[in-house]
């Protein structure tokens, strides 16, 4: 019955948001920031363009996505996601439902993109409303335009409307504004929260607000990409696929003065280490897996990025596909070189457990809770009195509704409480394995903690083991 049900949730329980993309001004009267969140596919890469000032032409960089066809790439720059120019004018869009556009008979028609144009002829926002004044914008239907400037000025523009500023902080994401019309969303409302908490805003204020409302894994979508802008500077902070601890600072006005050129966004970071590492561990096993890692990390230690999570989630990835004893080997590979890293405790705990080495996995999950008590994925797994199991939420302090729903309910939804800036919900189950998803406003999501899951695309489950 269980399967029939898990089968049945497949198909009526597996719609996530496709793009969900978040932008954001944060101004204090002295710092004019733009945070921005650029959340799709994680198999996207992108290519950032850079364009000096020629003749009346204001000098500007670009960001496109990138195609497998180096012959459309060439021409990618002509669609681009978004934009920020010598001015500090910047410029990016969040989809949205479609709506149609609308027409005005003494306006011209555009059928081509805005943001190239502006960049290149405007400075502020309102010489950029002056020009689109001019047309009716009938193929931006499916997308909203942010627009800001170093003034702290900002508009959101639409083939049906124009909405002008109406406070000093401001967030968009995926549903549309015309008229003021308001949906729930719990990444616009994380955002507005942190902002109306604090009266100043520093390069680490608009962090916490992209990675509190970054997408991550396991998702079909997730933040690929993050900046941080400090228009009045011209100066981009830029993350990549949520490691917030490997930032790359471009000042435009340096990149200018190279000339024209660009740059694939993922040659600024460190290579991931995941395609090595799954290759050898399918070819050579887990020996082959731990031997390539040892190699990379004692030979290209600042090629590759060991500051992120990909080797973690290798080592859980394998506790996912019932090969927990090979996952226990690879974390104790980790160790040797992040001793008091209690992630990689936690995972220990788990796939110890999950071998049945109950003695070892308690070791692990002490010395986790004796320097974090909260940890969340620890208190999951490994704080299960008489099977009793407590889920929860951060950064979600936002949403107005979120449930829980998994194969243990037949997947009908179970209210969670929310606690201050987290939801929780406490249940008691018999020992087995579970699958379930967080409903968050009407959402469906996977556990962002809890990075043990099944499936892929929209059809992505999280894993719950119950000792």
């Not at 290579?271 to 390539?292: C, F, M, P, Q, R």
């Not at 962002?448 to 892929?456: D, E, H, I, K």
Request: hydrophobic share 35%; proline share 3%; aromatic share 14%.
């Amino acid at each position: 019955m269980k399967s029939t049900l898990f089968f049945l949730a497949l198909i009526f329980f597996g719609i996530e948001l496709s793009n969900a993309c978040t932008i954001f001004m944060a101004n204090d009267g002295r710092n004019v920031w733009i945070g921005n969140n650029e959340d799709e596919d994680p198999s996207l890469s992108y290519r950032l363009w850079y364009f000096p000032a020629t003749g009346k032409s204001c000098g500007y960089m670009i960001w496109t996505e990138l195609s497998a066809d180096e012959k459309m790439n060439n021409l990618m720059y002509k669609n681009p996601q978004g934009g920020m120019n010598e001015y500090g004018l910047f410029l990016d869009y969040t989809a949205i439902d479609a709506v149609p556009a609308s027409h005005d008979p003494k306006k011209q028609v555009r059928e081509e993109e805005v943001v190239t144009y502006i960049l290149k002829n405007c400075k502020t926002v309102k010489e950029a409303l002056k020009f689109i004044s001019k047309f009716n914008l009938i193929r931006l239907t499916g997308a909203q335009l942010f627009i800001g400037d170093a003034s702290g000025d900002y508009a959101t523009v639409h083939g049906s409307f124009i909405a002008r500023k109406t406070t000093d902080n401001f967030t968009l994401t995926n549903y549309c504004i015309k008229n003021g019309h308001h949906e729930a969303c719990w990444r616009r409302d994380a955002a507005n929260d942190y902002l109306k908490q604090n009266s100043t805003y520093a390069l680490q204020d608009i962090v916490t607000i992209l990675q509190r409302t970054a997408q991550k894994k396991p998702s079909n979508t997730i933040t690929n990409y993050s900046m941080a802008v400090e228009l009045k500077k011209k100066r981009v902070h830029l993350y990549y696929k949520n490691d917030f601890k490997t930032p790359i600072v471009i000042s435009l006005v340096e990149e200018l003065k190279k000339g024209k050129h660009f740059q694939d966004m993922a040659t600024y970071f460190p290579k991931s280490i995941s395609e090595i590492i799954l290759n050898k561990y399918s070819t050579d096993g887990i020996e082959g897996a731990i031997s390539a890692y040892d190699s990379l990390r004692q030979y290209h230690p600042k090629e590759y990025n060991f500051k992120n999570h990909d080797a973690i989630e290798l080592g859980i990835q394998a506790i996912a596909i019932g090969k927990a004893n090979d996952g226990v080997r690879f974390f104790e590979c980790l160790k040797k070189y992040e001793p008091e890293n209690l992630e990689i405790d936690t995972w220990l705990g788990v796939a110890n457990r999950k071998e049945g080495r109950v003695e070892e996995s308690n070791h692990y999950f002490t010395k986790v809770f004796d320097k974090n008590p909260e940890n969340y994925v620890a208190i999951l797994f490994g704080k299960q009195q008489n099977q009793t199991v407590t889920f929860q939420m951060n950064d979600f302090e936002g949403a107005e509704q979120v449930l829980l729903s998994g194969d243990f309910s037949d997947w009908k939804p179970i209210p969670m409480q929310q606690i201050n800036d987290r939801w929780i919900c406490t249940v008691t189950l018999q020992k087995g394995e579970y699958r379930y998803k967080f409903i968050v406003n009407g959402i469906y999501l996977a556990d962002q903690l809890n990075l043990l899951y099944t499936g892929s695309g929209p059809y992505i489950y999280s894993i719950l083991y119950v000792w």
